[in-house]
């Protein structure tokens, strides 16, 4: 496809899909903004992502400039490809099993990773989806508070398409259009999940496990790994979904200097880093230790 084509696509999704922040109409695109009926209008970037923040954020419910290009850095490794890849698998398993039938062609299918930040995850699952199905229309989307990270998500993923948003408002997405939706380390609205969701989609919820980096946190002292945060999630998602599968990945990981300072920036824990403990980092010249992380995969039920 070309350029024009892509253009095109990337339109159609957001038509499709958005909905104004302000008063939940669906847009349509004049020019390069979205419109809605009561006259809302949203341009465009000339990256293709679309800002719809209708008021000022903190600066700190975003990830930083810093944070974004250390995760970026950090993940051009390879370090949580194992998780990427992972993920790839369980959902193209699923598309298989609900929507390949020999005897109808495939619907186009929506999925939205909410908390993208740069980008990393559903760019490469929209990689790997189009290689394992021949012709798979879909809609690849992600969102995120931060525009910085959507900057830099819609410069590399060209043919996704992303939004700037607050994922404790009413999201900005139709009911009942998302066949797949991605949660990774990110902040979760289940009830919004819910609705945007179609009924028998799904929702993957990743966070991390107790023994997550385990060496690294308890020499640097970082925030601690909330406890049964795995029964917390449970009670918001039964109300509207059902528990297909839990995976736990383990895999080791050993860091040298400059990765263990990345993967510290990468995260919330830079925040809260006192200069004791940025001086305990960096003297930190290698490390082995391990990533935990737990994949539940959530099923919206047909009847809520
Ligand atoms: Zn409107």
Known sequence: MGNLGNMQHTHTCMTHLLTCPVCHLRFTKVANTLKCANGHSFDIAKEGYVNLLTKKVAESAGDSKAMLQARRTFLEQGHYQP??????????????????????????????????GEGYYIGRLQHYLTQQFATLPCCYLGMDIAKDALRMAA?????????????WEHLSFASD?????????????????????????????????????AELRSQLALLSIEEEK??????????????????????????????????VTMTPNFRHLSTEMQATLHAIEEIHTQTEFIVQIWQKRTQL
């Open 177 to 213: 259009t998302l066949h797949v939706l991605l949660n990774i380390f990110a902040p979760r609205n289940i009830a919004e999940f819910a609705r945007v969701l179609m009924p028998g989609g799904i929702l993957l919820i990743v966070f991390p496990g107790s023994q997550h980096l």
């Open 83 to 116: 998780l990427s890849d992972t993920l790839n698998e369980l959902i193209a398993g699923h598309l298989h099993r609900e929507y390949a039938n020999e005897e109808e062609p495939l619907p186009h299918l929506n999925l939205l990773d909410i908390g993208c």
């Open 155 to 167: 410069k590399r993923y060209k043919t996704a398409q992303f939004v700037v948003a607050d994922v």
């Open 230 to 263: 795995e029964q917390h999630i449970s009670t918001q998602c039964r109300p509207y979904f059902d528990l297909l599968t839990t995976r736990t990945q383990r895999s080791p990981l050993h860091l040298k200097g400059a990765e263990v300072t990345q993967i």
